[in-house]
């Protein structure tokens, strides 16, 4: 019994798995906190968390039973190459995370303590900080859509308008309303930083009779 609580040469030992596993556990959670205070969406998703738990857990089992063969190891990634998510991961910084954790349940299988601690701090502090600082913020896109009468002279009726309050637009859709009185376009654009919405619509509005002028935004493709 006393052997398998000890380190035989490069043999692990049930102990040294059980202590992998849990620092994985322990580190994996540190990871998660920070994914659920960096999060900027609506709502993430519960599965998702403890699915980077579970897989940190799972992959130091893994990196403990194929170190040193080279056979298995090739065996084992074989068959994780055919897992798919049911649910696409949609936002890049998941992806991340993903890596994040499955980069802690390495380290831990091979029995770099150390290692996965210092990468789980540093990490941690870097996507904490570029959270804060809210590095690499864009503009939104946004979805105009701009109804215009008929008999309007509407050929470049926006240009000076675009010229002023955007960075960038494009036209994507042109459709009569109205029983065909109405011409609603609708275009992309995406804002300068020191533009107000209220001033864009109201320029707008200067310029279509008043008519309606709806703004949608549209998360930042990462």
Same mark, same amino acid.
């Given at each position: 019994? $006393? ?12 102990? /040294? ?5 849990a620092v994985a556990t ?6 998660? #906190? ?20 579970? /897989?940190?857990? &799972?992959?130091?089992? &893994? /990196?403990?039973? &194929? !170190?040193? $063969? ?16 049911? !649910? ?13 954790? @499955?980069?802690?349940? /390495? ?31 864009? =503009? ?10 008929? $008999?309007?002279?509407? +050929? $470049?009726?926006? +240009? ?16 009569t309303t109205n029983l ?8 992309a654009i995406r804002s =300068?930083?020191?533009?107000?919405? #209220? ?7 200067? #310029?279509?009779?008043?008519? #309606?002028? !709806? @703004? ?7």
């Amino acid at each position: 019994m $006393n052997d398998l609580f000890q380190i035989n040469g490069n043999e692990s030992t049930i102990f /040294m798995s059980l202590l992998a596993m849990a620092v994985a556990t322990v580190l994996s959670i540190i990871i998660t #906190k920070i994914y659920q205070i960096t999060f900027t969406g609506e709502r993430y998703s519960q599965n998702f968390v403890h699915t980077i738990i579970i /897989m940190s857990v &799972v992959v130091s089992v &893994v /990196m403990n039973v &194929v !170190s040193g $063969n080279a056979g298995v190891a090739f065996g084992l990634f074989a068959v994780f190459s055919l897992i798919r998510f049911r !649910s696409a991961v949609t936002d890049a910084k998941d992806i991340a995370y993903i890596f994040f954790g @499955l980069s802690v349940g /390495m380290t831990s299988g091979l029995y770099q303590f150390d290692l996965a601690i210092i990468l789980t701090i540093f990490a941690s502090i870097l996507f904490y900080i570029l959270y804060k600082l809210d590095y690499g913020k864009g =503009k939104d896109t946004q979805i105009l859509k701009v109804t215009v009468p008929e $008999n309007l002279n509407h +050929e $470049n009726l926006l +240009e000076d308008v675009f010229s002023q309050f955007t960075l960038h637009h494009s036209l994507r859709q042109v459709e009569t309303t109205n029983l065909g009185t109405m011409i609603m376009y609708t275009y992309a654009i995406r804002s =300068k930083s020191e533009t107000k919405d #209220k001033d864009l619509l109201d320029r707008i509005r200067e #310029k279509n009779a008043n008519l #309606k002028v !709806s @703004l949608t935004y549209l998360e930042n493709q990462q």
